[in-house]
């Protein structure tokens, strides 16, 4: 009890070290409890977070639209309406029912795999998230950089599902897809460079680690104590929330997430590369969405959120100097919720985009937006902060300006109606 | 022998094997996608994890991708045709390329002392290191790396662009 | 842990995959993907080498072979704009018939 009370934020951390050391006689059944450990629960929540998002989806998107959403599903074989909470367990049960058609002509191999290597990425880079101080699955030294590298295999996927599928509606989705997703990875990757490049390293846990004020945080005063886990985040300096604005776009487009869902959406293309799958296999192209976006808002709390810091006071009875009261593991998952309803509420508010549209804002917007933000990241760090700060919000204002002058072209002119009366 | 390094080398000659000798050209490209994964993770056992996550990165990523638009754009599958896969006169290639490896590269392993340990166990892989020799005697060589890649974009787009440019009147009504 | 010598073999016998695809394949793609695997047996080298090396934080190694990534993603790209600009020309991407500087 001491040794959990002493720092109650880890308490979760502590209990599995003490369950480890008991099985220190045996190490090959010590490293694959370790292993079990840091994974099985990755593989268990976020799935399970995926079904609650998508009950959540329908309800926001139904509200937004002056609707009711599911209520009639709550617990299974009763009459309990639980708000139709029970929607997911009965469209999992759906898709798990639906008979898997493949084309006859489709290429099989590639037509199985694809759902299989777009899902796999997803959950690969759950591991290198850092959800409270030693909670991280896996603590490479190069963490963003290989979130990113894992991210970009999901277009080979994408590719294979609208190869394989032997329909050029497929392919042509397909490629648009791809397209999108090759766009939009720059200025995603150039956009969190600024945070690399302030912070110094691709550690993720250290990139959460500089995100407070530390002179603040081991004072006595229970309001510095409060303040210094939130103001040091780095979207609260005008390189940040600019990285950070940018990011979350990027992150839209990358999981092909309205107002970028052009791939798969019914009214443009069929469903593009997905018009072949039906079944399992469609649920898990929307798993790995889903997935995708859980993991990008993941690494975008680290980036520019501040990770597990939040509002946090020291537990006055303990000696532990980095001891927190609330685990910061909340405050992850809490702000991960804030991306995924602001990711929603995104989707129900804006209108999709067309294909060169899309492709103009990556290009022609934000991709001179994001090296210019390196700039200021940049200046930002060497000039002292009362120049800094209103310095970079002024140039990245005038850059958003002037970017969109440049780019009122693409509005398309008001429409005449010759015949309409 | 590691058990490691023997399932991702068995991973990388097969891939290789298939990526050189199959005849449809989309699992070709595939299988060298698997092989591109497990070079880069021999790199990650050989703690280079930049260069491993780099390697995904670009190759699989990019590289790959754009292969098999080639691929799509040149609309030859090559499985259908029942033509050979080999050109005129392979047969030759084979002591050529035998006598590059059981002449030259085999005999200069096996004839030369090579440490069997890596020297520096202690070695912690890190970014800094990396980073710090970029900037320090490496930055000319960033430089014009990154005017390489330059030139490469424009050339690769004005190589495969559709339009020539005696064709600008005529094009420029249709957009 | 693995000697020296395995990665060096292993790299060898991906050169010699590679050479053989090389000059022997006829469609025009496939030779690039052989290119490709040499490119990689040859950045194996690298890595493996500066593995072993007394002095793991100099770098060279990684510095080699991110420069070789970059040189090699910038041939393949100007490599297959070629083969596209070829195909459109000959309608065709077989090597035998490329043959007008012949003779």
């Known amino acids: 009890m001491a040794v959990i009370l002493s720092n109650p934020d880890q308490a979760i951390v502590n209990l599995v070290h003490e369950a480890l050391n008991l099985l220190q006689a045996y190490p090959a059944l010590a490293i694959l409890a370790s292993i079990l450990l840091s994974t099985l629960p990755l593989v268990v929540i976020f799935p399970s977070g995926f079904a609650f998002i998508t009950w959540m989806e329908r309800k926001g998107l139904a509200r937004i639209q002056n609707r009711i959403g599911p209520n009639r599903v709550g617990v299974p074989f009763t009459n309990i309406k639980l708000f139709g909470l029970g929607q997911p367990l009965a469209d999992g049960v759906k898709m798990l029912l639906k008979e898997d058609i493949v084309p006859r002509t489709a290429d099989k191999f590639a037509h199985f795999l694809a759902p299989v290597l777009?899902?796999?990425?997803?959950?690969?880079?759950?591991?290198?998230?850092?959800?409270?101080?030693?909670?991280?699955?896996?603590?490479?030294d190069s963490a963003v950089i290989l979130f990113f590298a894992l991210g970009s295999v999901s277009t080979l996927a994408i590719f294979m599902a609208g190869w394989s599928s032997r329909n050029k509606y497929s392919l042509l989705g397909g490629m648009r897809a791809i397209a999108q997703m090759v766009s939009y990875e720059i200025p995603l990757v150039l956009s969190a460079v600024t945070a690399i490049m302030i912070t110094g390293s691709l550690n993720t846990s250290r990139l959460i680690e500089t995100q407070q004020i530390?002179?603040?945080?081991?004072s006595n005063n229970v309001g510095l104590q409060c303040l210094s886990q939130v103001a040091g985040w780095n979207v609260f300096t005008p390189w940040g929330f600019a990285g950070f604005v940018i990011f979350f776009i990027a992150t839209l487009a990358e999981v092909n997430r309205s107002p970028f869902d052009l791939p798969e959406a019914d009214s443009e293309?069929?469903?593009?590369?997905?018009?072949?799958?039906?079944?399992?296999?469609?649920?898990?192209?929307?798993?790995?969405?889903?997935?995708?976006?859980f993991a990008m808002s993941g690494l975008a709390t680290t980036l520019f959120l501040g990770g597990w810091h939040g509002p946090n006071i020291r537990p006055w009875w303990s000696a532990d100097p980095e001891a927190w009261i609330i685990p910061g593991a909340l405050w992850f998952f809490l702000k991960m919720l804030l991306l995924i309803v602001l990711m929603i509420w995104v989707r129900g508010t804006f209108p999709r985009l067309r294909v060169d549209q899309l492709m103009g804002f990556a290009w022609k917007f934000l991709m001179p937006l994001s090296i210019l933000n390196i700039f200021v990241a940049g200046a930002y760090f060497y000039l002292p902060i009362w120049i800094g700060w209103p310095a970079g919000f002024i140039i990245l204002y005038i850059a958003y300006e002037l970017l969109g002058r440049l780019n009122r072209g693409q509005v398309v002119a008001r429409r005449e109606y010759r015949y309409a009366t | 022998m590691n058990i490691t390094f023997t399932i991702l080398s068995t991973l990388a000659i097969v891939s290789a094997l298939l990526a050189a000798r199959l005849r449809n050209l989309v699992y070709a490209v595939l299988s060298l996608m698997i092989f591109f994964s497990a070079l880069a993770a021999l790199f990650i056992v050989l703690l280079a994890e930049f260069i491993g996550a780099v390697q995904i990165l670009v190759y699989v990523g990019a590289v790959g991708i754009l292969i098999l638009f080639a691929i799509m754009l040149t609309h030859h599958i090559a499985g259908s045709t029942g033509e050979r896969i080999d050109a005129r006169g392979w047969f030759w290639a084979i002591p050529a390329a035998g006598a590059v490896l059981f002449g030259i590269l085999l005999p200069a392993i096996i004839y030369t002392p090579l440490p069997l340990v890596p020297s520096s166990s202690t070695y912690e892989p890190s970014v800094l290191h990396l980073g710090q020799a970029l900037m320090s005697p490496y930055a000319a060589t960033l430089e014009i790396m990154a005017l390489l890649l330059t030139a490469a974009m424009i050339g690769a787009v004005v190589i495969a662009m559709t339009l020539q440019p005696g064709d600008k009147e005529k094009h420029a009504d249709q957009n | 842990m693995t000697p020296l010598s395995s990665y060096l073999v292993l790299a060898a016998i991906i050169f010699f995959i590679g050479l053989l695809g090389a000059l022997t394949r006829r469609h025009a793609i496939i030779v690039l993907i052989c290119i490709e695997l040499m490119?990689?047996?040859?950045?194996?080298?690298f890595i493996a080498f500066w593995r072993f090396?007394?002095?793991?934080?100099?770098?060279?190694?990684?510095i080699f072979v991110l420069f070789s990534i970059a040189v090699a993603g910038s041939e393949a790209a100007v490599g297959l704009a070629l083969v596209i600009s070829i195909y459109r020309f000959y309608r065709s991407v077989d090597v035998e018939k490329m043959n007008a500087l012949q003779g």
Do not use: C, D, Q
């Not at chain 1, 899902?119 to 603590?139: D, Y």
């Not at chain 1, 530390?214 to 081991?218: C, I, L, P, V």
């Not at chain 1, 079944?279 to 997935?291: D, H, P, R, W």
């Open chain 1, 214 to 218: 530390g002179t603040w945080a081991a």
């Open chain 1, 118 to 140: 777009v899902v796999i990425p997803a959950l690969l880079v759950l591991a290198l998230l850092p959800f409270n101080r030693n909670m991280v699955a896996a603590g490479v």
């Open chain 3, 39 to 45: 490119l990689n047996a040859a950045n194996l080298n």
């Open chain 3, 53 to 62: 090396n007394p002095h793991p934080e100099a770098m060279l190694g990684p």
């Open chain 1, 269 to 293: 293309i069929i469903a593009g590369h997905l018009t072949e799958y039906s079944g399992f296999k469609y649920a898990l192209f929307f798993l790995a969405e889903y997935i995708g976006a």
